[in-house]
């Protein structure tokens, strides 16, 4: 009975592994044609930021402007971002609890960064059509925004704006 019992929790063990790796997987898109440095949900526990600009004010991650972009100040002295720049969001992911860092947000507003062969000046069209080809639905709210699996991206007023949910199973509070 106790080869059964040992045998039965193997295959139970291999099954969730298995599970797993299916859930991650899908969880983990695909890098599309781009030239920006990282894409969302690259692990970069290992990567240093060192060289880059941190932009300050986000609570519970970092952000980094990317290479070549550099903040300004206002008459306050408060950080202001460059009219054209990459911004990347590295949380937790795709859980809070889970403590490895990933790129879970990227706003781009400079149009010479491609993604998926679009830019911010992009028209209607083109958009949709590119977003289609690679498996993304059209949501209805939040102008002109798709979701594919746990991933949204995000088109308005010179920004395209690609996050990553991260769940908060624990509830953890920043």
């Known amino acids: 009975m106790k080869k059964r019992t040992g045998i039965?929790?193997?295959?139970?063990?291999?099954?969730?592994?298995?599970?797993?790796v299916i859930l991650f997987a899908n969880r983990t898109p695909h890098r599309p044609d781009t030239n920006l440095e990282f894409w969302i949900c690259d692990n970069v526990d290992d990567f240093d930021f060192s060289g880059y600009q941190p932009r300050f004010?986000?609570?519970?991650?970092?952000e980094y402007y990317g290479t070549g972009y550099?903040?300004?100040?206002?008459?306050?002295?408060?950080q202001?971002?460059?009219?054209?720049?990459?911004?990347?969001?590295v949380t937790a992911y795709p859980d809070y609890s889970s403590g490895k860092s990933h790129v879970t947000?990227?706003?781009?507003?400079?149009?010479?960064?491609?993604?998926?062969?679009?830019?911010?000046?992009?028209?209607h069209a083109e958009?949709?059509?590119?977003?289609?080809?690679?498996?993304?639905?059209r949501q209805t709210t939040g102008g002109i925004t798709y979701r594919k699996?746990?991933?949204t991206v995000r088109f308005a007023d010179?920004?395209?704006?690609?996050?990553?949910?991260v769940s908060n199973i624990f509830g953890i509070v920043f």
């Open 70 to 78: 550099s903040p300004g100040t206002d008459e306050n002295g408060q």
């Open 127 to 137: 958009i949709e059509a590119v977003m289609q080809n690679n498996g993304y639905e």
């Open 57 to 62: 004010g986000l609570m519970g991650g970092r």
């Open 8 to 20: 039965a929790v193997v295959i139970l063990f291999l099954l969730c592994a298995v599970c797993g």
């Open 149 to 151: 699996g746990n991933i």
């Open 105 to 123: 947000g990227i706003a781009v507003t400079d149009p010479a960064v491609t993604v998926w062969g679009l830019t911010t000046e992009s028209s």
């Open 158 to 165: 010179g920004v395209i704006t690609i996050r990553a949910e």
């Open 80 to 89: 202001t971002d460059p009219e054209h720049c990459v911004i990347y969001t």
